[in-house]
C-alpha cells in the first residue's frame, strides 16, 4: 500500500514521514536558496520516502513530494499506484486557504475518489476556530474529506492521519461496491 | 541568447564556463542551477524551459545523491542519462558552502566520451572559479 503526503513548502512532509516511519526515510534534501518563500535551510527537491511495518505483515509505503510548484512534474511520478495522500498545509502562512484550493485543483483524481485527509498544522487554536474556513471551501466544492488540526511533529498525530485515510478507502471502495 | 540581464558576478563566471561546452560537438543546450533547482545560467534554450529543465535537474541530482549515499559508493560526481535521441549529463560543481548543478545536452551524434571528459572539465573548472568567488564574497 502506498500513501502520498503533499503540501505546499514547509508544511511538514518530509517531518511527517520522519516521525512514522519504521525506517530511517529516505531525504533528497538541498540547500534552500528561496528564502523568500521560506526561511527553512533545507528542502526536498525530488521525494521522501518511509515505511510503517504493520502487525500483519503489510508495509505501508510514504512518499512525500517536493512542495514548489517547479517540482510539480514529480507529483504524477510519485503519485502513481498511490491508494490516497495526506494534504498537509501550514496554518500560519497567510495563504493557507488558497493553497488548499491550489492542492484539490492539482490532484483531482484523489479528490473525485475521496482518497484524501487534509491536516492542518502550525496553530495553537482549536479545531473549532480553525476548520469552519477550510469546511467552508470543501463546501463549496460538496466535499467532505476528513479534515484535522495536528502537529506532524508527533508520531501518534501522523498514525491518525494515516489510519483516517486507511478506513476511508475501505468504506468507500464498500460503497463502490454496493 | 538568455544574456544575463541579472549582472551577478556568479552568473557571468557561469556563462563563460558554459561558452565553453557549446564547443563541444552536436551541442544543443546546457545550464547551471543551485541544487534547490534555480536557474543561475543557460545557454540554448528559452528562460520558460530552461526553468523547467533546471528543477528537473536538481531533482535528478538530488535522487542520484541519495542512490550513492544508499549503496554507499562516496560523492556522486554525475550522472548520465542515455536517450534515443541524445545525452543529458548532470555534474556536481562543489564549492564550500556552495554546490551547482551543471546540465549539458547533446543531441544523438554526439560521442559519449568527449561529452563526458568535456562536462568533467568545466565542472572542475567552474568549481575553482566558484571558490575563488565564494572566498571573494561569503553572501554569494
Ligand atoms: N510550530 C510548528 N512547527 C511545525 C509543525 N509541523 C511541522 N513543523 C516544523 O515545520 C518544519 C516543516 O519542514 P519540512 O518537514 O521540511 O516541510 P516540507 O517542505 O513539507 O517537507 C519543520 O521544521 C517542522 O519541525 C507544527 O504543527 N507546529
Ligand atoms: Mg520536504
Known amino acids: 500500500m502506498k500513501i502520498l503526503f503533499i503540501g505546499p513548502m514547509g508544511a511538514g512532509k518530509t517531518t511527517a514521514i520522519h516521525s512514522v516511519s519504521d525506517i530511517p526515510p529516505v531525504n533528497t534534501e538541498a540547500e534552500n536558496t528561496d528564502a523568500a518563500q521560506h526561511s527553512k535551510a533545507t528542502t526536498t527537491v525530488a521525494m521522501d520516502y518511509g515505511e510503517i511495518h504493520l502487525d500483519e505483515g503489510d508495509t505501508v509505503a510514504l512518499y512525500g513530494i517536493p512542495g514548489q510548484n517547479r517540482f510539480a512534474f514529480m507529483w504524477p511520478i510519485l503519485g502513481e499506484g498511490a491508494m490516497g495522500a495526506v494534504l498537509l498545509l501550514d496554518h500560519s502562512r497567510a495563504d493557507s486557504l488558497e493553497t488548499l484550493t491550489t492542492y484539490l485543483d492539482a490532484f483531482p483524481a484523489l479528490v473525485e475518489r475521496g482518497a484524501l485527509v487534509i491536516a492542518v498544522g502550525h496553530t495553537q487554536q482549536k479545531q473549532s476556530e480553525v476548520l469552519p474556513a477550510y469546511r467552508d471551501i470543501l463546501a463549496g466544492r460538496s466535499l467532505a474529506l476528513p479534515l484535522f488540526v495536528t502537529d506532524v511533529r508527533e508520531k501518534r498525530n501522523v498514525l491518525l492521519l494515516i489510519e483516517t485515510l486507511i478506513a476511508n478507502a475501505e468504506v468507500n471502495q464498500l460503497q463502490d461496491a454496493l | ?140
Open chain 2, 1 to 140: 541568447m538568455n544574456a544575463p540581464t541579472i549582472s551577478s558576478p556568479l552568473r557571468t563566471m557561469c556563462l563563460g564556463h558554459l561558452e565553453t561546452l557549446q564547443k563541444v560537438d552536436h551541442f544543443r543546450m546546457a545550464a547551471v542551477c543551485s541544487t534547490d533547482g534555480f536557474p543561475i545560467a543557460t545557454l540554448g534554450a528559452d528562460p520558460q524551459q530552461s526553468r523547467r529543465t533546471t528543477a528537473m535537474a536538481a531533482a535528478l541530482d538530488g535522487l542520484s545523491k541519495s542512490i550513492t549515499q544508499e549503496l554507499s559508493l562516496g560523492t556522486l560526481e554525475g550522472t548520465v542519462l542515455e536517450c534515443e535521441l541524445g545525452l543529458v549529463l548532470c555534474r556536481q560543481v562543489h564549492a564550500s558552502n556552495r554546490n551547482l548543478v551543471l546540465l549539458m545536452v547533446l543531441s544523438e551524434q554526439a560521442t559519449y566520451g568527449q561529452a563526458l571528459w568535456a562536462i568533467k572539465n568545466t565542472a572542475r573548472e567552474m568549481a575553482a572559479s566558484l571558490q575563488q568567488l565564494v572566498e571573494q564574497n561569503a553572501s554569494l
